[in-house]
């Protein structure tokens, strides 16, 4: 099982491009989430997909769309890329029982400039 | 919302020795989850130890154990026999007790095991 995984590992950008970050699992998991990091921070949730065919906004949903696209495969999209989501993005999985472990992906570097 | 504070931004720890990190978290749920997650410098975030809210018991596993205070919101992390490769920044989160639980992370401590 390759777990969670994620793609690309690195991007920069310029200022007001368009880019998707690609995330799928493959442990059957019902449930995948988008978080950030930003330096010397925790991670903070962007959104979330409950179980395939939803999506809901989390703390910071501002600037990105997601999309649910089948229950492996969770994207990220940035419409207009600016310097502030210059970040690290985690993608995690969980199985849909309550207070089940998220497994997170390796993580992407997203630098915009 | 939920918040977690996590009030000790760098640790350190000679190896073998024990050490304990700090984690309270303010919410108005009962029903809940707490965490603790390891971040290596591979960037991997890694599930250290998970305590349910309705136990009373303290969760542990092997070297890692928690204290669970629930009526103070406090959710500590003690490792013992600290080694090596336990240099990590550590994040403390709360899952709310619903199928969704999202997870709300803390800021970090970062740990430092010195030979």
């Known amino acids: 099982n390759a777990g969670v995984t994620q793609t690309p590992k690195f991007q920069v950008l310029k200022t007001g491009q368009s880019m998707t970050l690609q995330c799928a699992q493959d442990?059957?998991?019902?449930?995948m989430y988008w978080y950030r990091q930003d330096p010397g921070m925790g991670l903070r949730l962007i959104y979330y997909?409950?179980?395939?065919?939803?999506?809901d906004k989390g703390e910071v949903p501002n600037g990105y769309n997601v999309s649910r696209l089948n229950k492996r495969e969770f994207s990220l999209r940035l419409e207009s890329a600016a310097p502030s989501q210059t970040s690290v993005y985690f993608c995690a999985s969980k199985e849909g029982l309550a207070g089940s472990e998220q497994f997170f992906g390796p993580g992407t570097r997203l630098t915009v400039l | 919302a939920q918040t977690v504070t996590q009030s000790q931004p760098e640790m350190s720890v000679q190896e073998a020795e024990t050490v304990t990190l700090s984690c309270t978290y303010d919410t108005s749920e009962n029903n809940y989850y707490l965490f603790w997650y390891k971040q290596p410098p591979s960037r991997q975030m890694i599930l250290v130890i998970r305590?349910?809210?309705?136990?009373?018991q303290n969760a542990t596993e092997n070297r890692f154990s928690v204290n669970f205070q629930k009526a103070a919101k406090s959710f500590s992390l003690k490792i013992s026999d600290s080694q090596l490769g336990d240099t990590a920044m550590y994040f403390c989160a709360f899952g709310r007790g619903n199928a969704g639980n999202m997870l709300t992370f803390g800021g970090g401590t970062r740990l430092m095991v010195k030979p």
């Open positions: 305590q349910e809210a309705y136990k009373q």
């Open positions: 442990m059957n998991h019902n449930s």
């Open positions: 997909s409950a179980s395939e065919g939803t999506t």
